[in-house]
């Protein structure tokens, strides 16, 4: 199994608090199982998603045609609506290098920022999607 992380910790001073996140953009794929997993944490910005974008191409050159795809929004805490054209053109490498199933976890459903409808857009019609809210339930679509 291979990760590649991008990630930013970032703190901001505001008054006496101290905040500080860490925001990342996991890619981890294994080419056996055919298998892409992407995990958003937290806060995710149009810039993070352009930031991954090179390690995205690298992972979907290591896999087959047919290869599946797990999306990972469960630790999600805000997606910035800037991110769609990112999404898009994800969605159009994704269809390009022959994904065959989509598994979405997406534990709140006020947090989905129009993934299905963008899907339309950039997927063709037979692609084989599943919404989850775990990734329990996500592992049962994604058995052999």
């Not at 298998?35 to 937290?42: G, H, I, K, P, T």
């Not at 810039?47 to 090179?54: I, N, P, Y």
């Not at 630790?75 to 994904?99: I, K, S, T, Y």
Request: one cysteine or more; charged letters at 25%; glycine letters at 4%.
């Amino acid at each position: 199994m291979v990760n590649l992380v991008k990630g930013k910790n970032r703190a901001c001073d505001s008054g006496a608090d101290r905040l500080s996140w860490w925001r990342m953009v996991l890619i981890t794929f294994n080419k056996c199982q055919r298998l892409l997993c992407l995990n958003y944490v937290q806060r995710v910005s149009s810039a993070e998603l352009a930031a991954v974008r090179d390690d995205l191409k690298a992972a979907l050159a290591d896999l087959p045609d047919g290869f599946r795809l797990l999306v990972d929004l469960s630790q999600v805490e805000f997606m910035d609506p800037d991110c769609l054209p990112d999404l898009g053109r994800a969605m159009e490498l994704f269809d390009q290098r022959g994904v065959s199933l989509i598994v979405r976890v997406i534990p709140d459903a006020s947090k989905d920022i129009g993934l299905n409808i963008l899907a339309l857009f950039h997927y063709p019609r037979n692609l084989q999607f599943a919404n989850c809210r775990s990734l329990i339930e996500a592992a049962q679509y994604l058995s052999p």
